[in-house]
Nanobody, 122 residues
Framework: AQLVESGGGSVQTGGSLRLSCTVSGFRFNDYCMGWFRQAPGKEREGVAAIDSDGTITYAASVKGRFTISQDNAKNTLSLQMNSLEVEDTAIYYC?????????????????WGQGTQVTVSS
């Protein structure tokens, strides 16, 4: 299985970025997907998740600013990030598990992408 993230980059506060995660090697429709991030010196945290039944969950820190979506025809998970803040600076990872990713301890999440850097400057 392979998860490949793209779309990271550098923006100023208030800007927008759209991350994508293209999946191969497993049945995308059957899996729960999510975005995690890890800022320098901090633990990795969940950002947004979409379960196989379509249930969506956001971290409180991004609710109202980020939107998670998936395109089953293209096996792609996306994260639209608006009104970016300096605190959003992190490496963003795509993840997949047969169970809701926010319900699985991170070391046991089945698949991870390699990560993409997002840097927000003031």
């Amino acid at each position: 299985a392979q998860l490949v993230e793209s779309g990271g980059g550098s923006v100023q506060t208030g800007g927008s970025l759209r991350l994508s995660c293209t999946v191969s090697g497993f049945r995308f429709n059957d899996y729960c997907m999510g975005w995690f991030r890890q800022a320098p010196g901090k633990e990795r945290e969940g950002v947004a998740a979409i379960d196989s039944d379509g249930t969506i969950t956001y971290a409180a820190s991004v609710k109202g600013r980020f939107t998670i979506s998936q395109d089953n025809a293209k096996n792609t998970l996306s994260l639209q990030m608006n009104s970016l803040e300096v605190e959003d600076t992190a490496i963003y990872y795509c993840a997949a598990d047969i169970n809701p990713v926010f319900n699985v301890e991170e070391p046991f999440i089945e698949y991870w992408g390699q990560g993409t850097q997002v840097t927000v400057s003031s």
